[in-house]
């Protein structure tokens, strides 16, 4: 046999594409963790249908999966794909429009046929076109995993559900993917014929890879470079169930999370559960507002209460916040945001909760709130929740979002001794002398209230949403009192400014433009800056984590340059917030589209600003 011709290449994007039923969620997911273990630097982006089951071979049923790796650092799973790979006509109609012009796509051949063509909208036969515009590898996948398989005890329907690691065993050839770690979780989920048919097709596409006159080149990316240390693939959801254990850990304190099933916020419960081996306890109530209220009993008890959900469940959970508010209990809250209104597209990503995390509960009821950026920065960020509730005695709600939720990317393990530690003081009666316990009587610098622990002798005290006095916590309905309590509430979350840091500029302080973001806004912009500047524009960069309190130097950083571009994936809210505050006239762009910012979008609307100066 001719030993193939192996080419270099610096990078590559993949988009596996096909019904929800053919698994292109598990095939990018190994095909990822393959690539992880191969050093490469990487991003990711899941795409799932809205739809729980749409009829088979249709548009609404599509779903992908596409990865970008490369031997430099990557910030987005990239805007075109490089290579498609599409198991019905379906899924090539719903992602050929992102292809670049000339790339390979390579399809089922065995479901190009005239009933999959009416199935997916086209009028006639699409593969006379396809051909001409991209580099198209006809593989007959259906047929050549049913060869693989043949002699086993399975049903039809169980052996055509493998081809997609037939699939797989082919793009591992094809970009020299490491399959080691794809087969030891094979043997560690399957057993029998399963997994003998399994093992079988993803060791037959490999070989059909090397064995074929379709592919005469393989090609390989080498390990980027990368800080050293010991690295694993990680969404952000799995990034905020570590955090939460972890934060547990780091504060020496039982964790308790009350939550509801929403996609895509699920996953965080279901990852916390796997980890009481930790002391967390994990409560699937029956509806949002049990969910949350059993959390602030949590935390009322003297534990880190913490709750995730959802854009529509927050809504519904608003009312208990609001109360976690009035009481000033520390509580974590969770969104993962995703497209909306209602039941929206569920499985869409957006950054539309931000108003409503602001400003969306009842009266005057202020609380801090942090975006994550990345899928890593979600466990730091969630600790840091954690952090500022317990010190400043206030729920703190994070904002991550559907393409944070599901995206991967290489994540460097922290040495746990390193991770800042919290030492939790409670309430002692001794503390008070003569005048005995007074519930809200506050720290003078943070004006945290101090934080009892029930069934503690000389540390009775009310509680429960009506208007409080300011030292006392009774129950008081005076005028004065109420506005001084509103007051305090309010300055107190004002104060939390003194533990965000100040806001960093990517390039020079001051000049003709400032690209800000913030959430998971942050890849695609660092990638559209480093273009522009590589064309030689001049243009600085910064991202917010915290969105309230703002960071106290925010201000001035505006003021430093004469046109400052918001990306946002919604219509424009921290644009309008920042207008307001500042003064300064935001260029807002926005995308609520249920899809992630193309860095070719904001690239463009830089150039249009540093145009319109000439």
């Known amino acids: 046999m001719t030993i193939k011709k192996v080419e270099k290449r610096k990078e590559v994007s993949i988009r596996f594409c096909g019904d929800s039923g053919d698994g292109m969620q598990l095939t990018g997911t190994k095909f990822t963790d393959e690539t992880a273990l191969a050093g490469n630097d990487l991003s990711t982006f899941p795409d799932f249908p809205a739809e729980i089951r749409a009829p088979a071979g249709t548009m609404a049923g599509v779903s992908g999966f596409q990865i970008h790796f490369a031997s430099d650092e990557v910030y987005t799973p990239s805007d075109y794909p490089d290579v498609l790979v599409a198991f019905n006509p379906a899924a090539a109609r719903a992602n050929v429009g992102d292809l670049r012009p000339g790339a390979m796509l390579i399809i089922n051949s065995d479901s190009f046929n005239k009933k999959a063509y009416q199935r997916a909208g086209y009028n006639e036969d699409p593969l006379p076109d396809l051909r001409e515009r991209f580099e198209l590898v006809e593989v007959p996948l259906t047929t050549l995993n049913r060869e693989a398989l043949a002699g086993l005890d399975l049903t039809q329907r169980a052996v055509d559900r ?57 090609y390989q990316i080498p390990a980027a470079k990368i800080e050293a240390g010991t690295y694993r693939n990680i969404t952000g959801n799995q990034a905020l169930a570590w955090g939460i254990v972890a934060a547990g850990e780091l504060m020496d304190r039982q964790v ?182 007074q519930p809200y009587r506050r720290d003078e610098q943070t004006l945290a209230r101090p934080w009892a622990i029930p069934g503690e002798a000389g540390l009775e005290h009310r509680i429960g949403g009506l208007t409080k006095e300011p030292v006392t916590g009774n129950v ?82 505006l003021a430093g340059f004469k046109h400052v571009l918001l990306p946002e994936l919604n219509l424009g809210q921290l644009s309008t917030l920042l207008r307001a505050r500042f003064l300064v006239d935001i260029q807002s762009l926005t995308k609520v589209a249920g899809q992630p910012f193309r860095v070719a979008e904001i690239r463009e609307a830089i150039e249009n600003i540093l145009n319109e100066d000439k």
């Open 256 to 437: 308790f999370l009350g939550a509801y099933p929403i996609t895509p916020a699920s996953d965080v419960l279901h990852e916390v559960a796997r980890h009481r081996n930790f002391g967390v306890k994990t409560f699937q109530a029956e509806d949002e507002m049990a969910a949350v209220s059993s959390s602030i009993g949590a935390s009322f008890a003297g534990n880190l209460g913490i709750t995730v959900s959802s854009g529509p469940g927050i809504v519904l959970k608003q009312e208990a916040i609001g109360l976690a508010i009035m009481v000033e209990l520390p509580l974590v809250v969770i969104d993962v945001q995703r497209s909306g209104p209602s039941t929206g597209s569920p499985t869409k990503t957006e950054q539309g909760d931000l108003f409503m995390a602001l400003h969306g509960r009842h009266s005057e009821s202020p609380m801090p709130v942090l975006a994550p950026s990345s899928a890593g920065d979600c466990f730091a960020t969630v600790i840091e929740a954690f952090r500022l509730a317990v010190k400043y005695m206030t729920p703190v709600m994070v904002l991550s979002d559907s393409y944070l939720a599901n995206s991967s990317e290489p994540w460097k393990i922290p040495n746990v001794d390193t991770l800042p530690r919290t030492e939790i003081a409670f309430a002692k009666r001794d503390d008070f002398g003569e005048e005995g316990f």
């Open 476 to 557: 008081v309905y005076d005028p004065e009192n109420h506005a001084e309590m509103m007051r305090l509430r309010t300055e107190k979350i004002e104060r939390v400014v003194a533990d965000v840091p100040p806001v960093e500029i990517d390039g020079a302080d001051t000049g003709e433009l400032l690209v800000l973001g913030w959430g998971s806004t942050l890849g695609a912009i660092t990638a559209a800056v480093d273009e522009a500047r590589e064309a030689g524009l001049m243009v600085s960069r910064a991202h917010i984590r915290h969105m309230n309190p703002l960071p106290s130097n925010l201000g001035e950083v």
């Open 162 to 218: 493998c081809k997609n690691f037939f699939a797989l065993g082919l793009l591992s050839w094809l970009y020299t993917r490491p399959m080691e770690s794809t087969e030891r979780w094979l043997e560690s989920k399957f057993k029998g014929d399963v997994l003998e048919a399994n093992l079988r097709t993803l060791r037959a596409g490999w070989a059909f890879g090397e064995t074929t006159e379709l592919f005469p080149v393989s």
